[in-house]
């Protein structure tokens, strides 16, 4: 494979770097230290380039970067990235939105008991001023009181989960959630947004920043709030209209707020710390250790899966309006491309049709998903550039037919995407469902049913189920130095086995040959994830 250079352009965490580096198909580039003009320069043998919060992706930036495939935001926030000229150049933008979940949901929290017992302030009084008074800071117990939860994803969700150890009441409003996703951990769900601001003694917000969300918080909103509403904000900045949170803070309308993130930061002259009724921190949602590591080490990550052209985790400028879908489509589609790569490496041989298939709510989105399909399939053989916006178009030029398929919903699955790939050789079948973990699981290969994490170096080995073969197989493994990290065996009515061995480093050719040459072998597949 030939190398691809990744371009570091601002500091992320040493191990996401010694991830860069330890990869033998990265050619890593590290300019986190460089003046900004100096990085220009760098940029035009870049293939993928990691950035963060200090360097303005705009059109000076690619206009330098002349050879740029991808993108990685080291964070949540595209801000900074002209997205818009990214896609129109046809570079994939991603971002890294999980990492700091957990800090931000922990900061939440913060935020929630500081407004309600006044830490900080009865900490000044006491620790600043010296004064012992217990009887002006008086408070409010979390229990019994009825959170509102603005925004469903990855932080609402698990804000109500800890609310719930609480013994809260809670109340999700997100329209592009299904309220099962709510329900099934026994919170409430509404469509009606006025009926979360008039019944709830809390409002925190988790959604992204956009045009619909702006000031979804304002003055007409806060009207229809109980009086002494306490509200928190560690989302982003503006979703709160500060002027209108200022003065409902100053009338007592609002009791309490607890904000991280400010329209303008920093925020060292907003008049919202001249109130006494306010908890603020400097924009700290991803301020932790734990979560520094995973951002690095998940754009690291990233960088090395879009510079092998595996996948495009998280892309943000795809073939679909991602404010009109459910987070979960997203991650269907992450998995029908990685199954595209796989049945590729596979089936190695002329393409003559590839073809996806959906059981369960994801069946609504079966087109846009043969697209990430046919991504997956075509990086590895295309000869040319593939992304979301051409791969229908390349396809097509090479004569490969397309075909996409809503389903019964499944039985076993609440959903499941399977993908057909034919080439001149032969068919290969994969169907894959993700777990509640967010864990991308093979299901079936060819008819066999299987259990099997979508990741790491997998050998497929199908035999007749005659005794002796696993031995036989450890045994090459072994004497090749092939460490075995999981194993999983499928058998069918045929008298026949299958087994995908994940292995921890990289098989040679010469060791898939003698895997080969044993009696009861029908045919071996390598591949890489």
């Known amino acids: 494979m030939e190398k691809s250079t990744v371009i570091v352009c601002d500091y992320i965490h040493e191990a996401g770097l010694k991830m860069l580096e330890d990869d033998e198909n990265i050619n890593y580039i590290f300019a986190a230290d460089v003046d900004k003009k100096e990085l220009l320069s760098m940029l035009s043998d870049a293939d993928i380039a990691i950035t963060r919060s200090s360097t303005d992706v705009d059109d000076r930036f690619l206009d330098a970067a002349t050879n740029l495939k991808a993108i990685v935001r080291a964070g949540v926030g595209v801000d900074n990235v002209n997205l818009k000229r990214c896609s129109k150049e046809g570079i994939i933008v991603m971002n890294v939105p999980t990492a700091n979940t957990i800090a931000a949901v922990e900061l939440t929290y913060a935020h929630m008991l500081s407004c309600m017992r006044m830490f ?22 979390l229990k019994g009181k009825k959170l509102g939860i603005i925004g469903f994803g990855n932080i609402g969700s698990r804000v109500a989960k800890r609310a719930i150890a609480f013994e809260m009441d809670v109340l999700a409003y997100d329209p592009y959630v299904p309220a099962s996703k709510a329900t099934d951990i026994g919170v409430d769900y509404t469509k009606d947004f006025d009926e979360l601001l008039s019944t709830c003694d809390i409002i925190t917000i988790h959604t992204p920043k956009n045009s619909e969300t702006i000031d979804i918080i304002s003055s007409e909103e806060i009207a229809k709030m109980k009086d002494g509403v306490v509200l928190v904000n560690c989302a982003r900045g503006g979703l709160f209209n500060e002027d209108a949170l200022y003065d409902g803070l100053k009338s007592k309308k609002i009791r309490f707020a607890g904000i991280d993130v400010f329209v303008k930061e920093p925020a060292i002259n907003n008049k919202l710390l001249d109130l006494d009724n306010i908890v603020v921190s400097p924009h700290l949602g991803a301020n932790t250790y734990e979560s520094q590591y995973n951002i690095g080490t998940q754009a690291a990550s990233q960088a090395i899966q879009a510079a092998k052209k595996i996948a495009y985790p998280n892309a943000l400028n795809l073939p679909i309006d991602e404010t009109k879908i459910p987070s979960f489509v997203k991650q269907y589609m992450e998995m029908g491309q990685k199954l595209g790569f796989l049945a590729s490496q596979i089936n190695r041989s002329a393409i003559v049709s590839i073809k996806a298939s959906g059981q369960g709510e994801i069946a609504k989105y079966i087109d846009s998903l043969l697209t990430f399909v046919t991504v997956g399939v075509l990086a590895q053989n295309s000869g040319e550039t593939i992304n979301y916006v051409n791969a229908e178009f390349v ?134 994830l």
């Open 395 to 528: 396809a097509k030029d090479k004569g490969i037919e397309l075909e996409a398929k809503s389903l019964a919903d499944s039985s076993v699955y609440k959903n499941v995407i399977t993908i057909k790939l034919t080439t001149q050789k032969c068919v290969t079948t994969i169907k894959a469902t993700i777990f509640d973990d967010d864990v991308q699981r093979i299901v079936e290969i060819d008819g066999f049913n299987i259990d099997v994490v979508l990741s790491g170096n997998m050998i497929f080995f199908k035999n007749t189920d005659v005794p002796g073969v696993i031995g036989n197989v450890g045994m090459i493994l072994a004497n090749n130095s092939v460490n075995i990290s999981d194993f999983r065996l499928g058998r069918n009515n045929n008298n026949e086995a299958l087994a995908v061995i994940i292995v921890d480093n990289t098989v040679k050719s010469s060791t898939l040959k003698e895997l080969e040459g044993l009696d009861a072998c029908i045919s071996v597949g390598y591949a890489t």
């Open 120 to 141: 900080p302030y009865s900490h000044d009084h006491l620790k600043n001023q010296r004064i012992w008074k217990r009887e002006k800071w008086y408070g409010y117990e």
